[in-house]
Nanobody, 123 residues
Framework: QVQLVESGGGLVQAGGSLRLSCAAS????????MGWFRQAPGKEREFVAG????????NYADYVKGRFTISRDNAKNTVYLQMNSQKPEDTAVYYC????????????????WGQGTQVTVSS
């Protein structure tokens, strides 16, 4: 079992920045690919960014590319999502997730989920 706890959400003005953290505990963190997803009210959960266990391979959804950066520190069992130039449409609950193997943009491929952290971007 892997337990994931997100933090760092909050209220920010459009154009501002937030950094989300996801702390993992339980089984060894390193072999897992990690992903960030988000879900806005009335919408499906959607992929935001993913990173493989080595940190060398990252991918982003088109709507955050160039604005968000995913990173991980395996020594601290933590994955981060730096969010810059935020837009009101980034408002959502953000979830981190862990997947065996290479990870995916498909939420069904993830084995463990955090409880989520609210991000609200005001215009």
């Amino acid at each position: 079992q892997v337990q994931l706890v997100e933090s760092g959400g909050g209220l920010v003005q459009a154009g501002g920045s937030l950094r989300l953290s996801c702390a993992a505990s339980g089984r060894t963190f390193s072999p897992y690919a990690m992903g960030w997803f988000r879900q806005a009210p009335g919408k499906e959960r959607e992929f935001v960014a993913g990173i493989r266990w080595s940190g060398g391979s990252r991918n982003y959804a088109d709507y955050v590319k160039g604005r968000f950066t995913i990173s991980r520190d395996n020594a601290k069992n933590t994955v981060y999502l730096q969010m810059n130039s935020q837009k009101p449409e980034d408002t959502a609950v953000y979830y981190c997730a862990a997947a065996y193997g290479l990870g995916s943009v498909d939420s069904a491929k993830y084995n463990y989920w955090g409880q989520g952290t609210q991000v609200t971007v005001s215009s």
